[in-house]
């Protein structure tokens, strides 16, 4: 048996242990153990430690921490300041309703396109005291962060998702031959990533009341319905903070002016560890000075809001080392040889989306998936005579649904968290919206292959 077949393997019993279960980083850190037993033997405790190692150093790793981490320093902050609680207030009055609550979730979380951590991180912390308040269960705010988190960024040509798809797209010989630049050729490809599209319009009729609740999403309105519980018992441990309410008194500029430094800061510079350090910065100035809070106690907040995100660090860490191991193993070649049979000039759009979707699904890297399929997608591209703008399109498609689909990406991990509730629990509450989206999309550069073969 093939080291790629046996990476699936393991892949699968990450999926079946962690959806039965309910606990995503054992059985990721399992994975990356059996997949390091399988590559170096007797040997795998020290080559496995080598991976955590490599993983926990990466430059753009150690970038990733201190984002979440800072971050939840900053969550901390805004809680203890009763900023949240003014803001949720003011906002109440505008979101009447639950669709109203819902679409205006939708509408933020277009507008903050620039980044997609800082779409789920900034709006997650904004909304979540309005869906309580209109007993909204916190899987519906989860959904609509997510899918308006890398959809929306794949859509627009000035976030950071269309700078690394137009630089990595326009070093092939076929892309710079046709088009005068990396973003001329990522603008001519917009038009046809048919799953962000769906992704979004699929949200926008559930927040609108018009698609119906499916499977856990169901049960989660059930449950609210039924006790009044906006979060699963599972999820209490992620809101010990929310013991107060949302009821209290609080000055809502303790919560606006730092929201607005750190969403301008992101959007003007497109640097959000930057943007989150010079908000905490602005928090130390508005908040001890006029003794909202003492110095040893924004400290304390601090560090403990760190801390609080270090659930996201641990399951990032093992999902990194997952991916490490399943790349040594050779899953990526693997695959790319199971697909070549069904590989046409009119299909070659359509295996192009599956292929990245089950590796940026399986493997949870969609960036790192796509920078290592397309030097030889578009190669093949090229050698089918197949059509180069939907092909791109594809690739930008299925880096979109790995990132919303994964049950253990970053995006899907940093959306649970940022509003309290289980990962597993927001990832199968949207789970049948991403798959249909993710069907319509295969049957969709299926049709524009067959229709546009050049």
Wanted: net charge negative; aromatic share 12%.
């Amino acid at each position: 048996m093939s080291n790629g077949m046996i990476a699936i393997i393991i892949i699968m019993i990450i999926i079946v242990g962690a959806i039965s279960t309910r606990r995503c980083t054992e059985f990721l850190l399992l994975g990356s153990v059996l997949g390091t037993i399988v590559l170096y033997g007797k040997d795998f405790i020290g080559e496995w430690l080598v991976i955590v190692q490599d993983v926990v150093g990466d430059p753009d790793n150690v970038w990733l921490w201190l984002v979440c981490g800072l971050f939840g320093s900053l969550i901390a902050l805004l809680q203890a300041s009763k900023g949240t609680f003014g803001f949720s207030k003011i906002i109440s009055k505008i979101c009447t309703t639950q669709k109203r609550t819902l679409f205006t979730s939708f509408i933020m979380g277009i507008m903050i396109f620039v980044d997609d951590y800082l779409n789920v991180l900034s709006i997650g912390v904004c909304m979540k005291g309005v869906f309580d308040k209109r007993k909204l269960p916190r899987e519906s705010l989860a959904f609509v962060l997510d899918s308006t988190g890398a959809p929306v960024c794949v859509l627009l040509p000035f976030s950071t998702w269309a700078v690394f798809y137009a630089s990595l797209f326009y070093e092939q010989d076929l892309i710079s031959s046709q088009f005068s630049s990396g973003m001329d050729a990522y603008l001519h490809a917009i038009p046809f990533c048919f799953y962000p599209m769906i992704a979004l319009i699929i949200v926008a009729l559930f927040a609108a009341g018009i698609f119906p609740k499916l499977g856990a999403m169901k049960k989660a309105y059930q449950r609210v319905e039924e006790t009044g519980k906006v979060y699963s018992d599972a999820s209490r441990k992620y809101n010990h903070d929310d013991r107060k309410g949302y009821e209290e008194d609080g000055n809502i500029w303790n919560f606006l002016v730092p929201m607005i430094i750190l969403v301008g800061i992101g959007v003007a510079t497109g640097d959000i560890l930057l943007a989150v350090v010079i908000s905490l910065v602005v928090c130390l100035i508005m908040y001890v000075p006029t003794k909202l809070l003492s110095m040893e106690e924004f400290f304390n907040l601090v560090v403990s809001g760190f801390g609080d995100m270090l659930s996201i660090f641990f399951m990032l860490v093992a999902a990194f080392s997952l991916e490490h191991v399943c790349s040594a193993m050779g899953l990526t070649e693997y695959l790319i040889e199971l697909a070549k049979p069904f590989l046409t000039a009119s299909l070659f759009p359509a295996v192009s989306f599956l292929l990245l979707a089950v590796l940026a699904f399986v493997t949870g890297s969609n960036w790192g998936m796509s920078a290592v399929v397309i030097p030889i997608l578009i190669p093949m591209c090229e050698a089918l005579g197949a059509n180069p703008v939907l092909t791109m399109a594809a690739i930008i498609s299925g880096g979109a649904f790995g990132s919303h689909a994964c049950f253990y990406t970053d995006a899907t991990v940093l959306a649970s968290n940022s509003v309290g509730i289980d990962n597993m629990e927001h990832a199968l509450s949207q789970m049948p919206y991403v798959m249909i989206a993710a069907s319509i999309s295969v049957v969709a550069f299926g049709i524009a292959g067959i229709a546009l073969p050049i």
